[in-house]
């Protein structure tokens, strides 16, 4: 008899989980609280509790070459990066293509995840769920989570002195939908992540004032990169990445620092990351510079205190007739469902072997999709995370006899190529140079597209070949011309080592 997965939210993460379910011949049904599909990219007027709540204008900021599931690409029309009502178009129509729809049951919340009595000899959960206000439980072979990490927001008001006496109206960037109520206002928006950065350009359009208190700064990206590609499909290839690997690490953070800077110098603008060399998640915003230029956006350090009608910054100038403080200082990663002896989370962060399946689990029957945020779309990470663990499921084990070794994840095509290798659908090059030379070219210079992940292997997909060799003509005598220059670059560094 097929195995039943339990599978806990109706998103991105859960909607990719379902079809690997099926894939590898379980039984899915997934819960979803909500009354439809989409997660946080279905955008609605008002928030709604326990699910994740973005603005109208929301623009993804990984391209659709490198956001879509590994064998279903987006349509030709799309443009690159894609509105949130266009990328749930996508997701509609994914659904719609491996017929997902019949295995969600909708407006149903998961309450409780608990290990069933004999758990170290069956890994069996009991799952409680509630619908129109009735409880139900049934027992499950495994579950997999999908509910997301963008849902509680993180509001550190004890950081900030002095706003409880704040006579203005403060709230998180989660509860943000539209710029028309805070035209002529003057706004002080908290951080420097995507969030911020997007409701600052958008509210210094029609507010009197904009500032934006950093106490950190951030590396400000376009998504247009080199020779106009979308960033990702340039920064993410595998020659790209070989390169990362091999360089000494000074040279990578200077190189990195001037790639960064090439755009603008951040030093001017007050945006320089604190810890420079911590590569923290960028930002994607191709108007925030010119905003900062024409000073419709003011870039303040961190608020050391608030008054009942102004802001007091670090650097002790002062913000006056303060009407709005817009926190939008991120999000706490939690499982409201799961007991703390399955899953802890500590400084937002739970420990995860290979950030998929808790430690410690007598079966490894239980694994969270779409926790981590690599620096690279969070579509193709669920999916393989989702294709390796329902593979797993099939002959559970605990953590320490699945895999004897150790995470060795570094980057984001590291880790898709560790979960494919546990799943036998990871792209072997060499043997690929013989066999199919072009192939393998593009496969190493172009973009690592999810649909490399798909040219061998359990669920393999005979689009793959085609879907890869025409996503870009990512120019080979362009990633030549890099080979030299890192060489030449290779030597000079080298060369000044030792003259000194
Ligand atoms: P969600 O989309 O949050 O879906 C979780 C689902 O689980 C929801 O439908 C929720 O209702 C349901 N759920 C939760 N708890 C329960 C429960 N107890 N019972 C039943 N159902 C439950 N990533 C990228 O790769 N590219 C981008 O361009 C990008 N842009 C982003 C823009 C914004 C503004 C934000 C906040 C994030 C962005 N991200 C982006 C990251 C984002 O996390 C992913 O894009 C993606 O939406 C995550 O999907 P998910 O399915 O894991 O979670
Ligand atoms: P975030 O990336 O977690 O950024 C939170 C910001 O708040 C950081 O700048 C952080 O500073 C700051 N902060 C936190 N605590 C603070 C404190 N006590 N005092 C001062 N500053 C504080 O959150 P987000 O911007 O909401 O983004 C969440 C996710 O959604 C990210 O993955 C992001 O890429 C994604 N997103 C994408 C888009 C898009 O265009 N597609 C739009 C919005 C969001 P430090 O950096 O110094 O910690």
């Known amino acids: 008899m097929a195995k039943r997965v339990a599978i806990i939210g109706a998103g991105v993460s859960g909607l990719t989980t379902i079809k690997c379910c099926l894939d590898e011949g379980l039984e899915p049904t997934c819960f979803e609280k909500s009354d439809d599909i989409g997660g946080l990219w279905r955008f609605t007027e008002k928030v709604e509790q326990g699910r994740a709540s973005i603005y109208r204008t929301v623009i993804t900021n990984s391209s659709k070459e490198m956001s879509c599931f590994s064998d279903f690409p987006m349509p030709e029309h799309f443009p690159n990066f894609l509105h949130n009502t266009r990328f749930l178009e996508y997701l509609r129509l994914y659904a719609k293509h491996f017929n997902l729809l019949k295995y969600v049951q909708f407006k149903t919340t998961v309450n409780s995840v608990r290990k069933c009595q004999d758990f170290s000899t069956v890994g069996q959960w009991e799952i409680v769920r509630e619908s129109d206000g009735t409880q139900k439980s049934s027992i499950f072979d495994a ?155 003011v870039v303040k350090p961190v608020v050391k205190e608030f008054t009942e009608t102004s802001a007091i910054f670090e650097d002790v100038t002062m913000e ?87 995470i060795k994840t570094r980057d984001f095509i590291d880790y898709l190529d560790e979960l494919s290798d546990g799943s036998g659908a990871k792209p072997e090059i060499i043997p690929l140079l013989l066999k199919d030379p072009q192939l393998a070219l593009t496969i190493f210079f172009g973009p690592c597209s999810p649909f490399q992940f798909r040219l061998k292997g359990p669920g393999k997909w005979a689009g793959a070949r085609n879907a890869i060799l025409t996503q870009r003509d990512h120019s080979l005598v362009a990633s030549l011309l890099k080979i030299f220059g890192l060489f030449a670059l290779l030597a000079a560094f080298f060369l000044s080592f030792y003259q000194h």
Request: proline share 6%; aromatic share 12%; charged share 20%.
């Open 320 to 406: 006056e007739c303060v009407d709005v403080v817009v926190f939008a200082t991120g999000y706490t990663v939690s499982f409201p469902f799961l007991n703390e002896s399955v899953i802890k989370v500590e400084n937002n962060r739970a420990a995860l072997y290979k950030h998929v399946f808790p430690l410690h689990l007598e079966k490894s029957t239980l694994a969270i999709i779409g926790l981590i945020q690599p620096l690279g779309p969070i579509m193709p990470t669920s999916e393989l995370q989702a294709r390796w663990a329902t593979r797993v499921f099939k002959v559970p084990k605990s953590i320490d006899e699945l895999y004897g070794d150790k």
């Open 143 to 297: 579950v997999m989570v999908c509910s997301g990490h963008q849902i509680e927001a993180y509001m550190p008001l004890e950081s900030f002195p002095g706003i409880e006496k704040f006579k203005g109206q403060y709230f998180h960037s989660r509860d943000y939908k539209t710029p028309e109520e805070f035209q002529g206002k003057t706004v002080v928006i908290i951080g420097m992540g995507n969030s911020a950065s997007d409701i600052a350009v958008e509210l210094c359009q029609s507010a009197k004032r904009v500032c934006l208190s950093t106490r950190g700064g951030s590396w400000v990206m376009s998504r247009v990169y080199d020779n106009g590609y979308p960033w990702d499909t340039v920064f993410h290839t595998r020659f790209a990445n070989l390169i990362r690997y091999f360089l000494p690490w000074p040279l990578l953070k200077w190189m990195t620092e001037q790639k960064m800077n090439q755009w603008f110098d951040h030093e001017n603008y007050g945006l320089v990351p604190k810890n420079r060399f911590l590569m923290k998640e960028p930002v994607f915003n191709d108007d925030l510079p010119s905003r900062i230029l024409c000073g419709a956006v």
